[in-house]
């Protein structure tokens, strides 16, 4: 090998050993710059609130009808349909849509024609066989049947003109003088509009909690207060619900027929120690979770859950107190224990 052959081949040596130490450089710079940023924590941005004492309520939503309340509590039923006693012919009404009678009222007459024709008949009859008896010309039971015969008359004649049997308003009138009924024909409607109640269909899930005497609000506006008085002791097959009844309180601006929705309270539980609802979340093992601020520093900490209303949650948790801050927006993925950039609105 000439001088000018060991020359290259040197060059070609150096320059190799040049290349591999620079891999080497840039390894371990690389290496090192990996160190550098797995020693530095991720900082996760979220907002917070604080744990407080609340008073929450379980409910029961549903949703209704207003109805007259039925017979209940040794009362008769709130609405009427009014009939006829017997067939005849209206000759005169005294009431009107809207209007308010009293137990016992007037409401129509029918034609009484052919029942004075039997009534002077049968006072007729009553006074001969008085006089017959009188000259011991009749025996007493003939004058007895036919003062019995005089009483059903009379009777008959009343039974004519047909009374309120409740007192409360006419929601409706259906027939007019000279208009022929029959039994089935119903005359009017009246409802006493002071003795109301809501109903729904309750799913039976969520009928076992329910108890006569616990307080309903109406979520009408304003709300009404109410009281549930009935739970139907089964279940429709059709749709597999319950009905219930609250009694509603008089002097109301509810009317029948109306809808409405109804929450029936089922649980109260006083002072109890609340999360916002925000802040309760899942973790990967399917616990109910809070992430507990403590500086800059968020830790998980396992709750067991209870009631919820208004944005709220019961808890109940190791350590937890009243004033505890936690984290709500960015709780949900957050690692057990991270350090946090807390942004609040």
Same mark, same amino acid.
Request: proline share 7%.
């Given at each position: 090998?000439?001088?000018?052959?060991?020359?290259?081949?040197?060059?070609?040596?150096?320059?190799?050993?040049?290349?591999?130490?620079?891999?080497?450089?840039?390894?371990?710079?690389?290496?090192?710059?990996?160190?550098?940023?797995? *020693?530095?924590?991720?900082?996760?941005?979220?907002?917070?609130?604080?744990?407080?004492?609340?008073?929450?309520?379980?409910?029961?939503?549903?949703?209704? *009808?207003?109805?007259?309340?039925?017979?209940?509590?040794?009362?008769?039923?709130?609405?009427?349909?009014?009939?006829?006693?017997?067939?005849?012919?209206?000759?005169?009404?005294?009431?009107?849509?809207?209007?308010?009678?009293?137990?016992?009222?007037?409401?129509?007459?029918?034609?009484?024609?052919?029942?004075?024709?039997?009534?002077?008949?049968?006072?007729?009859?009553?006074?001969?066989?008085?006089?017959?008896?009188?000259?011991?010309?009749?025996?007493?039971?003939?004058?007895?049947?036919?003062?019995?015969?005089?009483?059903?008359?009379?009777?008959?004649?009343?039974?004519?003109?047909?009374?309120? /049997?409740?007192?409360?308003?006419?929601?409706?009138?259906?027939?007019?003088?000279?208009?022929?009924?029959?039994? /089935?024909?119903?005359?009017?409607?009246?409802?006493?509009?002071?003795?109301?109640?809501?109903?729904?269909?309750?799913?039976?899930?969520?009928?076992?909690?329910?108890?006569?005497?616990? *307080?309903?609000?109406?979520?009408?506006?304003?709300?009404?207060?109410?009281?549930?008085?009935?739970? *139907? /002791?089964?279940?429709?097959?059709?749709?597999?619900?319950?009905?219930?009844?609250?009694?509603?309180?008089?002097?109301?601006?509810?009317?029948?027929?109306? /809808?409405?929705?109804?929450?029936?309270?089922?649980?109260?539980?006083?002072?109890?120690?609340?999360?916002?609802?925000?802040?309760?979340?899942?973790?990967?093992?399917?616990?109910?979770?809070?992430?507990?601020?403590?500086?800059?520093?968020?830790?998980?900490?396992?709750?067991?859950?209870?009631?919820?209303?208004?944005?709220?949650?019961?808890?109940?948790?190791?350590?937890?107190?009243?004033?505890?801050?936690?984290?709500?927006?960015?709780?949900?993925?957050?690692?057990?224990?991270?350090?946090?950039?807390?942004?609040?609105?």
């Amino acid at each position: 090998m000439n001088r000018r052959q060991v020359i290259g081949a040197s060059a070609v040596v150096l320059c190799g050993a040049a290349l591999l130490a620079v891999i080497k450089l840039e390894r371990r710079s690389s290496a090192s710059t990996e160190a550098e940023e797995g *020693s530095t924590p991720t900082v996760v941005t979220v907002q917070t609130g604080r744990l407080q004492r609340a008073n929450l309520h379980g409910y029961v939503d549903a949703f209704g *009808s207003v109805m007259p309340a039925p017979a209940e509590g040794g009362q008769p039923p709130a609405t009427s349909r009014v009939a006829p006693p017997a067939p005849g012919i209206v000759a005169r009404t005294y009431v009107t849509d809207g209007q308010h009678v009293e137990k016992g009222a007037p409401l129509f007459d029918l034609d009484a024609r052919a029942a004075q024709v039997a009534v002077h008949y049968a006072e007729e009859s009553v006074q001969r066989q008085e006089k017959l008896y009188a000259d011991n010309n009749t025996s007493l039971r003939n004058l007895r049947d036919a003062e019995a015969q005089l009483a059903t008359a009379r009777a008959q004649l009343a039974l004519l003109q047909i009374t309120a /049997p409740l007192s409360g308003t006419v929601t409706r009138v259906n027939v007019r003088p000279g208009e022929a009924v029959d039994l /089935p024909t119903v005359l009017a409607d009246i409802t006493d509009l002071s003795r109301l109640a809501a109903t729904a269909e309750i799913p039976s899930a969520e009928a076992d909690g329910l108890r006569p005497g616990q *307080s309903v609000q109406v979520l009408t506006s304003p709300a009404v207060a109410a009281t549930l008085t009935f739970i *139907s /002791p089964t279940v429709d097959p059709a749709n597999d619900t319950v009905l219930v009844r609250a009694t509603l309180p008089p002097g109301g601006a509810l009317r029948p027929g109306e /809808p409405v929705r109804l929450r029936i309270v089922t649980a109260e539980h006083a002072g109890c120690l609340a999360a916002p609802a925000a802040g309760v979340v899942t973790d990967t093992d399917g616990r109910s979770v809070l992430a507990v601020v403590a500086g800059d520093q968020a830790t998980q900490i396992p709750v067991k859950t209870g009631l919820r209303e208004g944005g709220l949650v019961e808890v109940e948790g190791a350590g937890l107190k009243e004033g505890d801050t936690v984290v709500t927006v960015g709780a949900y993925g957050l690692p057990e224990k991270t350090k946090i950039h807390v942004v609040n609105p």
